[in-house]
């Protein structure tokens, strides 16, 4: 099952950055999937690395996509991204307890995901 399940009411208005959040869940629910204990550290920490690259790479098209489109909360975008990035990368730097960790880490992305688009993201809607 799951962890996350798409809505439509995550939808933000640009095919291309709704199927690159799809994505992002996707990535989400595989970390999920692969917390059980006869899964290899090293399969988690490499679901984990595709994950961190690939939320950068959104961050990046998005961001570039809200500069095309003189989106005027750019800047404001820009600081929760990084603010992101400098979590998830904390929690990944976390060695103490690594299933703990980890299930933190998903926690996080997970709640800061639904958060982020559902209020930050929606923002941009009318101008794209």
């Known amino acids: 099952m799951d962890y996350v399940i798409w809505k ?3 939808n933000v208005g640009s095919i291309e ?11 989400i629910n595989a970390v999920h999937a692969a917390l059980k204990p006869e899964t290899p550290r090293t399969e ?10 690939y939320i950068k ?3 990046t098209a998005e ?3 809200l500069y095309l489109k003189h989106y005027p909360g750019l800047e404001s975008q ?12 904390h929690l990944k730097s976390n060695e103490s307890n690594q299933s703990l960790t980890t299930q933190n880490l998903l926690t996080f992305v997970r709640e800061w995901f639904i ?3 559902m209020t930050e993201d929606k923002k941009y809607a009318e101008y794209i």
């Not at 950055?17 to 990535?27: A, R």
């Not at 988690?44 to 690259?53: A, E, G, R, V």
């Open 44 to 53: 988690i920490d490499s679901i984990l690395d595709k994950l961190t690259n």
């Open 78 to 89: 820009k600081k929760h991204h990084a603010y992101f990035i400098t979590e998830l990368d």
């Open 63 to 65: 961001e570039h996509l």
């Open 8 to 10: 439509d009411s995550f």
């Open 115 to 117: 958060h982020h688009i």
């Open 17 to 27: 950055m709704d199927e690159q959040h799809k994505s992002f869940l996707g990535y």
């Open 57 to 59: 790479e959104h961050f």
